[in-house]
């Protein structure tokens, strides 16, 4: 079990005095989960910040309405949320109130990286194990080097496999208590799911399919009719980054008329409206600020509200499959 919601830590600097502001921000407003990574720089910054955190504070400030609820996400009581912390590998040793994401990067994309990364972020964190790791990208030869060969490096394929076998093997020994990938296409996924069904119907005993994909979607950058099916038919959870676009189209993509139109109906803003479609989708979200009225912003009324089924539909034929960020699809 985890949150539907997580404060995206993407844009919070190591060395920044915003970044401390802004995760406080989002504990006491009542996220439950913060979404980090190893490129991020950041995680020996924030690991003391959540260490801090209580679970009776968490309860203290806990706001979400489940009256107000029109997701496909199961509400629970504070309780309940703070059991499933005990599950699959037993009471972890550690006392924790907040769940928090990890990532590998593609640079650490060996078993001795991925583990030596695991070992940093536990001592950042201090804790006995990681709530939910990530393979970030699909390939060990990424795009934005500009290497000409990453859309066609035979060897990303292989390393996928190696990489998610680490995984799996981290998991069996309890240092990780779910494990996912990001930024998976159909064409990454589809033969590492084969990979590991071959490998369970010959009895490997470790082999586990992706708890989750963490891609970017939006009303404008919508999942694909091959990717939704295969990860449906998986049990594969969607998590959405760039619900909001980014920097280079966030401004147009929340002055939109039917955003805004959909927004002043609500009595809401459009951040809200963009991250409520999400929601109400099925997909969990990451809203990112490094401003703390922004971060309680982008909480609390997304939380509050429901968008009807006019809404939905009308929002929902904004998809022009433009990509705020990377294309995963010209990683080999």
């Not at 590991?196 to 939006?218: M, T, W, Y």
Request: overall charge negative; hydrophobic content about 35%.
């Amino acid at each position: 079990m985890m949150p539907a919601v997580s404060l995206g830590c993407w844009d919070l600097k190591g060395d920044a005095d915003s970044t401390p502001i802004a995760v406080k921000a989002a504990l006491d407003e009542g996220y439950y989960a913060l979404d980090d990574a190893q490129i991020y720089g950041n995680e020996h910054v924030i690991g003391p910040i959540v260490g801090s955190f209580t679970k009776d504070q968490m309860k203290a400030v806990a706001k979400f309405d489940p009256t107000q609820d029109g997701t496909p996400f199961k509400v629970v009581s504070e309780d309940k949320f703070l059991e499933s912390f005990e599950k699959p590998h037993g009471k972890p040793e550690d006392d924790r109130a907040v769940f928090v994401t990890t990532k590998i990067w593609c640079t650490k994309f060996t078993p001795e990286g991925i583990r030596a990364q695991v070992e940093q972020h536990l001592k950042d964190f201090k804790r006995s194990s990681i709530d939910l790791l990530l393979l970030h990208v699909p390939g060990d030869h990424y795009l934005w080097a500009k290497d000409e060969n990453s859309v066609h490096d035979p060897r990303n394929a292989e390393t996928r496999i190696i990489c998610w076998k680490t995984l799996e093997a981290l998991y069996a020994e309890g240092k990780v208590r779910l494990i996912g990938v990001s930024n998976y296409m159909a064409k990454h996924l589809q033969p590492l799911i084969q990979d590991i069904e071959k490998r369970k119907a010959a009895g490997d005993k470790h082999a586990r399919l992706p708890f989750v994909n963490q891609i970017e979607i939006s009303a404008f950058c919508q999942v694909g009719d091959e990717l939704e099916q295969l990860c449906k038919q998986n049990d594969i959870i969607f998590t959405s980054y760039s619900s909001l676009g980014s920097a280079k189209c966030v401004a147009e993509y929340m002055a939109h008329e039917v955003i805004q139109s959909t927004a002043t109906k609500h009595k809401v803003t459009a951040a809200n409206v963009l991250l409520r479609w999400c929601l109400q989708k099925g997909y969990m979200i990451l809203p990112r600020s490094t401003k703390a009225e922004r971060v309680k912003e982008n909480y609390g009324p997304t939380m509050s509200f429901k968008l009807d089924q006019e809404d939905m539909e009308a929002i929902s034929k904004l998809n022009t499959g433009r990509r705020a960020l990377l294309d995963p699809h010209e990683i080999a």
